[in-house]
């Protein structure tokens, strides 16, 4: 087999979510597993081939210092920015190098703690900036947000508008960052936060992929259009297999297969009674598309030669990985409702059989702490560096958005 430089390095990502709790970006961590094999010219014509410009807005994040260097150094690859330490900015020889970098058309992210830049009126090179918060900054913030009956809050917030954010561990955070402050996006999501805030809620499903299915059906959509849609949401996933496979009459272990069985008319009716209870609040979209994007990685991690009935098997397995903390049920009494095959529940109950491998990845993928173990990781499920990270890249680089979530109402501060 022919040496890329994909199989030099570790890829792993993190979706950013904008204001409209939209994906507007993911950032790429890259660490090279043999150094003196990775040439950045390479790996950013790889990235080039891999990324179209209708993409998300790709961070690219190299952890090399060398590495780094070289990338600054080469032709912008479009729709991309390039993450560069603060430290960069401060030095006379290394801020004229960027200078050169960001009149060549290169887009370039500061990567800083906030505490370092919240006091500045211009960054340097005009740059956005990826900001670390405290959590003396955090605790600050959440202080500073405006309360009813009074004109103006007793402090100002530490969020400086239009930059992106890291270590937002809370929803109330979130939305402070997003709907009062003017940040740009929010890197990572704090799922554990929003999850534990709807515990207690009845479970619903998404309103806007309710919409779109309906719209769908409304202009006879294909049955893969449809399906696609479906796919969208875990809990609709769950309740629509669970629907047709009621009193027993059925065996349906396919999504496309329940569509087919409960009809086009039939699911349009069934649509308007999930929509009564569905979920509207817009901090669990990034929640359940962050659950997709692991999904989809898993399935895009199978073969290129795997058969679609296989390919969607494993992407329900996916799907369902954290199903239980969504209906707030435990998962294997889920998964005995469903007449699924012994191979998703080896995977979700007892971490064994030919899926797991496929979600073990996804997850471990999908978690930057866990970037340095990832070639470990990859040879103990006997998957190549090279065939995660070019999966890898086909997920992040073909994954859209659905789009029609409202405008938060909150007034924005600040900008």
């Known amino acids: 087999m022919s040496h890329t430089v994909l199989d030099s390095v570790a890829m792993s990502y993190q979706p950013v979510w904008n204001r409209r709790r939209l994906l507007a970006a993911v950032r790429l961590s890259v660490l090279p597993t043999d ?220 999504l496309r297969h329940a569509i087919m069985m409960m009809g086009f008319s039939a699911l349009d009716r069934w649509l308007v009674g999930q929509s009564e209870g569905a979920d509207n609040d817009l901090a669990m979209h990034p929640v359940r598309y962050g659950q997709v994007m692991r999904a989809r990685l898993a399935q895009h991690l199978l073969d290129a030669g795997s058969d679609e009935e296989l390919r969607a098997e494993v992407y329900t397995t996916a799907i369902f990985v954290q199903l239980d903390r969504l209906l707030h049920e435990p998962l294997d009494l889920l998964l005995e409702r469903l007449p699924m095959s012994a191979r998703v529940a080896d995977a979700l109950i007892n971490h064994e059989g030919p899926y797991f491998p496929l979600i073990d990845l996804s997850r471990a993928q999908g978690d930057t702490d866990a970037l340095a173990r990832l070639p470990e990781i990859c040879a103990e499920h006997e998957i190549t560096l090279e065939h995660a990270n070019r999966a890898l890249l086909r997920m992040l680089s073909t994954s859209r958005d659905h789009g029609l979530a409202p405008e938060p109402q909150a007034p924005l501060r600040g900008v």
């Open 35 to 254: 150094p003196a094999s990775v040439d950045a010219a390479h790996l950013m014509k790889v990235l080039g081939e891999h990324w179209p410009v209708n993409a998300p807005v790709l961070m690219l994040a190299l952890d090399s210092p060398s590495l780094l260097s070289q990338a600054i150094k080469c032709a912008p690859v479009p729709n991309t920015w390039l993450e560069v330490p603060a430290m960069l900015f401060d030095h006379q020889e290394s801020l004229a190098m960027l200078s050169l970098a960001s009149r060549r058309g290169h887009q370039l992210v500061r990567k800083a703690d906030l505490a370092a830049v919240r006091h500045e009126f211009v960054s340097p090179l005009d740059t956005r900036s990826l900001l670390c918060l405290s959590a003396e900054e955090a605790l600050e913030a959440l202080q500073s947000r405006p309360v009813e009956g009074v004109k103006a809050p007793a402090r100002p917030s530490p969020i400086v508008p239009g930059q992106i954010y890291r270590n937002v561990c809370s929803a109330t955070l979130a939305d402070h960052c997003l709907d009062e402050a003017g940040a740009w996006g929010i890197l990572g999501w704090p799922d554990d936060d929003v999850l534990h805030e709807a515990r207690h809620a009845t479970p619903g499903c998404d309103p806007i992929v309710i919409t779109l299915i309906r719209q769908g059906i409304a202009k006879d959509a294909s049955i893969e259009r449809l399906e696609r849609y479906v796919r969208q949401d875990p809990v609709l996933v769950y309740r629509l297999l669970a629907t047709v496979n009621a009193g027993g009459r059925h065996e349906v272990d396919s």
